[in-house]
């Protein structure tokens, strides 16, 4: 770990850079398509009751962690109690996972862009063409090796500043487009109120314990928590920065944007199928096949399709970007090797990895582990097992270990910390049940001893 840190400028730069991070394709793709599968509005209640109570306590938790070590996951958790020190390099497993999958989500995407500008909206819009997409062997796995390729790049030659300005400004254009394509379907589309009361509305008749297991792996990937990522984003910030308020306000960013895309995916979803349930639970595939129908639909439909995959796209590099520079700096501090070789060796792993998962759609479709193909297997083991195992872990250790009072003095440093006794709950006795309980039912669930 290189001892001279650097540090965020200040409020703004620390929260816009782990909002940056944490928005990405989780927001706007798979937000949407658990929310339509697991019940609707009563998935969005649930998400935000896990999100302000459970998911606030384990991001501030992070965030201290950090700052007080100046260090990232694998040497904080060593730093406070050697006896822990194995959640970091736990933890640090979850982002090389995630990444290769991630990156053939983003090969989609760049699909979708060339095949809005090569003026093919109509074939995109047909119910068939994600599917059959997907099934084929060559142009998938060429998509998804570009997409990693152009992130690999980015981080071999440490170009990030360039890619997060540019960012900066996708952003606001992405939320702005987000917004007219919610009053284009809602005002315009029959039967697209049936969906946004679907969304908004909890109704208990659609609630199952998959979705608060839904809802909670949802939370873990969509803040970048239980990974060691906040830890890092924390060992940057300064002690003047109040790790309450920021807290507060990525969780408003982050799930405002993955709010207004399930607003944007879910009426349109009814309108088009009148929401049966097979296409509300069709799963990862739910975007690409919803947005092309409204884009086929709108007028200027063809270039507002283009400009939206391109937002999503950056928003997706930039993500992609920041699991890459974690897994390169772990690399880098493990194994002693210089960064461009272990940019390399990342991109080794990953292209393994990845492969496995477009395959798992297409040549390889009959290869099933615990009834999944690869890449929801891949998501199922971070989401699922890894993070919920990790996040445990944090809880036990801030809980009863180091004890919450260490971390609310780190968080005190700058000012009072109104939600410490909510802060303290969670962690010690709330969240450690709670995560337990979830964990095993998603693990007894995927073995098929319990049915949920
Ligand atoms: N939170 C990101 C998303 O919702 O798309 C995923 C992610 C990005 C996780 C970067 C971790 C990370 F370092």
């Given at each position: 770990?290189?001892?001279?840190?650097?540090?965020?400028?200040?409020?703004v730069?620390?929260?816009?850079?782990?909002?940056?991070s944490?928005?990405?394709?989780?927001?706007?793709?798979?937000?949407?398509?658990?929310?339509?599968?697991?019940?609707?509005?009563?998935?969005?209640?649930?998400?935000?009751?896990?999100?302000?109570?459970?998911?606030?306590?384990?991001?501030?938790?992070?965030i201290?962690?950090?700052?007080?070590?100046?260090?990232?996951?694998?040497?904080?958790?060593?730093?406070?109690?050697?006896?822990?020190?194995?959640?970091?390099?736990?933890?640090?497993?979850?982002?090389?996972?995630?990444?290769?999958?991630?990156?053939?989500?983003?090969?989609?995407?760049?699909?979708?862009?060339?095949?809005?500008?090569?003026?093919?909206?109509?074939?995109?819009?047909?119910?068939?063409?994600?599917?059959?997409?997907?099934?084929?062997?060559?142009?998938?796995?060429?998509?998804?090796?570009?997409?990693?390729?152009?992130?690999t790049?980015?981080?071999?030659?440490?170009?990030?500043?360039?890619?997060?300005?540019?960012?900066?400004?996708?952003?606001?254009?992405?939320?702005?487009?987000?917004?007219?394509?919610?009053?284009?379907?809602?005002?315009?589309?029959?039967?697209a109120?049936?969906?946004?009361?679907?969304?908004?509305?909890?109704?208990?008749?659609?609630?199952?314990?998959?979705?608060?297991?839904?809802?909670?792996?949802?939370?873990?990937?969509?803040?970048?928590?239980?990974?060691?990522?906040?830890?890092t984003?924390?060992s940057?910030?300064?002690?003047?920065?109040?790790?309450?308020?920021?807290?507060?306000?990525?969780?408003?960013?982050?799930?405002?944007?993955?709010?207004l895309?399930?607003?944007?995916?879910?009426?349109?979803?009814?309108?088009?199928?009148?929401?049966?349930?097979?296409?509300?639970?069709?799963?990862?595939?739910?975007?690409?096949?919803?947005?092309?129908?409204?884009?086929?639909?709108?007028p200027?439909?063809?270039?507002?399709?283009?400009?939206?995959?391109?937002?999503?796209?950056?928003?997706?590099l930039?993500?992609?970007i920041?699991?890459?520079?974690?897994?390169?700096?772990?690399?880098?501090?493990?194994?002693?090797?210089g960064?461009?070789?272990?940019?390399?060796?990342?991109?080794?792993?990953?292209?393994?990895?990845?492969?496995?998962?477009?395959?798992?759609?297409?040549?390889?479709?009959?290869?099933?582990?615990?009834?999944?193909?690869?890449?929801?297997?891949?998501?199922?083991?971070?989401?699922?097992?890894?993070?919920?195992?990790?996040?445990?872990?944090?809880?036990?250790?801030?809980?009863?270990?180091?004890?919450?009072?260490?971390?609310?003095?780190?968080?005190?440093?700058?000012?009072?910390?109104?939600?410490?006794?909510?802060f303290?709950?969670?962690?010690?006795?709330?969240?450690?049940?709670?995560?337990?309980?979830?964990?095993?039912?998603?693990?007894?669930?995927?073995?098929?001893?319990?049915?949920?």
């Open positions: 770990m290189s001892s001279e840190r650097s540090s965020f400028t200040g409020k730069g620390f929260v816009l850079a782990a909002a940056g944490a928005v990405g394709l989780g927001n706007i793709w798979r937000f949407p398509y658990l929310a339509a599968k697991y019940g609707g509005g009563i998935f969005l209640l649930a998400y935000v009751i896990l999100s302000v109570t459970f998911g606030f306590s384990l991001m501030v938790a992070e201290a962690i950090g700052r007080k070590t100046q260090l990232s996951a694998i040497g904080a958790f060593r730093a406070l109690d050697r006896r822990f020190a194995f959640v970091g390099p736990l933890a640090s497993i979850v982002p090389i996972i995630i990444l290769p999958y991630y990156s053939v989500i983003g090969g989609w995407v760049m699909k979708y862009i060339s095949g809005f500008a090569l003026g093919q909206t109509q074939r995109m819009a047909d119910s068939g063409y994600f599917n059959a997409y997907i099934g084929k062997i060559g142009e998938p796995i060429l998509w998804f090796v570009l997409f990693i390729v152009i992130t790049v980015v981080v071999f030659f440490g170009v990030e500043k360039g890619i997060e300005k540019v960012s900066k400004i996708m952003m606001p254009i992405l939320i702005l487009l987000i917004l007219g394509i919610v009053i284009y379907t809602v005002c315009t589309m029959e039967g109120w049936k969906g946004v009361i679907y969304y908004i509305k909890p109704d208990l008749s659609h609630f199952s314990l998959m979705t608060v297991v839904a809802a909670m792996g949802q939370l873990f990937y969509s803040m970048s928590l239980a990974m060691g990522i906040m830890i984003f924390g940057y910030t300064k002690k003047e920065i109040s790790i309450e308020q920021s807290t507060h306000q990525i969780e408003i960013f982050d799930t405002g944007i993955a709010f895309a399930g607003l944007m995916i879910i009426p349109a979803v009814f309108a088009f199928s009148g929401g049966d349930q097979s296409a509300l639970g069709q799963g990862p595939g739910l975007m690409f096949v919803t947005l092309p129908k409204i884009f086929h639909s709108m200027g439909g063809t270039v507002i399709g283009i400009t939206f995959f391109v937002m999503v796209f950056f928003a997706a930039t993500s992609a920041s699991l890459m520079e974690t897994v390169v700096s772990i690399f880098m501090d493990r194994l002693h090797l960064r461009r070789a272990c940019c390399l060796l990342v991109l080794g792993i990953s292209l393994l990895l990845g492969l496995l998962s477009t395959l798992g759609y297409s040549a390889w479709s009959e290869v099933k582990l615990l009834g999944m193909q690869f890449l929801d297997l891949f998501d199922f083991i971070s989401n699922s097992v890894l993070m919920p195992i990790i996040a445990l872990l944090t809880c036990i250790f801030v809980g009863y270990f180091l004890k919450p009072g260490t971390l609310i003095e780190e968080v005190e440093l700058s000012g009072t910390f109104r939600g410490k006794h909510l303290s709950v969670m962690i010690r006795f709330v969240a450690p049940v709670f995560i337990l309980l979830i964990l095993l039912s998603s693990v007894l669930n995927a073995f098929n001893i319990i049915q949920i």
